[in-house]
């Protein structure tokens, strides 16, 4: 097995049935927790470049003389949108001085709707989908967890600002 085929599928977790972008999603984040406690919030954006960077050329490596750019094994473009969609919740934590478990409302509010816009694609996680090469396969998970961290942003000022 080769270096660009464990980085692509995240050491096989895109190998796994059904819903393998659910699945790398999953995985992303006890990773991103790791990072979270070891290094903060700066830390899961550091990952997060140099994990793009590493997927990108993975999934050019995986993709090249095939004819599918975006086949269901390569999930290391949802470990990579959902650690952008999680980055408020590392953020919040971080500024807070809590630990980033406290926030899990947050943690699954990035989830599902990293997982949404991962999913439906619309806008611009369309068009970068449509793309149809390792660049599009990167962008359009990074653009879907762009879309979920606004959404945790505005779920957090909904719950903090509305009295309950």
Request: charged share 15%; no cysteine.
């Amino acid at each position: 097995m080769s270096v660009s085929h464990l980085i692509a599928t995240v050491m096989g977790v895109g190998h796994l049935r059904p819903a393998s972008g659910t699945w790398g999603s999953l995985a992303a984040l006890p990773m991103a927790y790791g990072i979270i406690i070891l290094a903060g919030w700066p830390g899961l954006v550091i990952a997060a470049v140099v994990v793009f960077a590493a997927g990108y050329w993975a999934t050019v490596e995986q993709t090249r003389g095939r004819e599918n750019h975006d086949p269901s094994e390569i999930v290391v473009d949802e470990v990579v949108g959902q650690w952008v969609a999680l980055l408020p919740v590392a953020y919040g934590a971080g500024m807070m001085g809590i630990a980033p478990e406290r926030l899990w409302p947050g943690w699954v509010a990035a989830f599902l709707l990293f997982r949404l816009f991962d999913i439906a694609k619309p806008w611009l996680v369309g068009w970068a989908d449509r793309r149809d090469d390792a660049m599009g396969v990167m962008l359009d998970d990074v653009i879907a967890g762009l879309f979920a961290a606004v959404g945790v942003v505005a779920f957090a000022a909904l719950f903090h600002l509305v009295p309950m």
